[in-house]
């Protein structure tokens, strides 16, 4: 069975850094491109950012290139999300998702003073 | 980039009937990497169709996806209960990956 257990969310001031943890399994990590998408509480899914199989292909979307890092570590089948000068607008429940298995539950991020 | 519509923002229908949801691309999608997703109250979503036809495992054959370029659908035959949610559709061809603003299936 596809696990995905989220970690590391939790309240940060603005200005702040999170990072957050995805431990995977069931399925052979190594073999999959993995992202992450995160959803205001009522409102839509938007895609945040994703790697490559290997780690070496990554992709932002434009409201967090240049403060979220992405990156994996396949020898711990683990994949994580660095976020830094947070904002009150990246406030979400970030989930981490393998967009042919299965989701995570999400783990909620609130940027707020 | 790639804009999803999806139509129609909300659907009423009853058990039994059958529901089919629309989702426009601005663009065409490549290789049609086009995905619905259930999403019910407090839970993450749920994959059904990927590659715009093809059932992810496990997801009931009243559900179906059709379509190709611009143009997807998501067809579930005879609505039971457990079916009322909110769809998404996704296309993961063109960065940036898109979602639609989502379909609500509510009873009537």
């Known amino acids: 069975e596809v696990q995905l257990v989220e970690s590391g969310g939790g309240l940060v001031q603005p200005g702040g850094s999170l990072r957050l943890s995805c431990a995977a399994s069931?399925?052979?990590?190594?073999?999959?491109?993995m992202h992450w998408v995160r959803q205001v509480p009522g409102k839509g899914l938007v895609w945040v950012s994703r790697i490559s199989s290997d780690g070496n292909t990554i992709n932002y979307a434009d409201p967090v290139k240049g403060r979220f890092t992405i990156s994996r570590d396949n020898a711990k089948n683990t994949l994580y999300l660095q976020m830094n000068s947070l904002r009150a607008e990246d406030t979400a429940m970030y989930y981490c998702?393998?967009?042919?298995?299965?989701w995570g539950q999400g783990t909620l991020v609130t940027v707020s003073s | 980039e790639i804009v999803l519509t999806q139509s129609p923002g909300t659907l009423s229908l009853s058990p039994g009937e059958r529901a089919t949801l629309s989702c426009r691309a601005s663009?065409?999608?490549?290789?049609?990497?086009l995905a619905w997703y259930q999403q019910k109250f407090g839970q993450a979503p749920r994959l059904l169709i990927y590659?715009?036809?093809s059932r992810a495992t496990g997801i009931p054959d009243r559900f179906s996806g059709s379509g190709s370029g611009t143009d997807f659908s998501l067809t579930i035959s005879r609505l039971e209960p457990e079916d009322f949610a909110v769809y998404y559709c996704l296309q993961y061809g063109n960065l940036p990956i898109m979602f639609g603003q989502g379909t609500r299936l509510e009873i009537k």
């Open positions: 069931g399925f052979t990590f190594t073999n999959y491109w």
């Open positions: 663009q065409s999608v490549n290789n049609n990497y």
């Open positions: 998702v393998n967009l042919l298995l299965g």
């Open positions: 590659d715009a036809s």
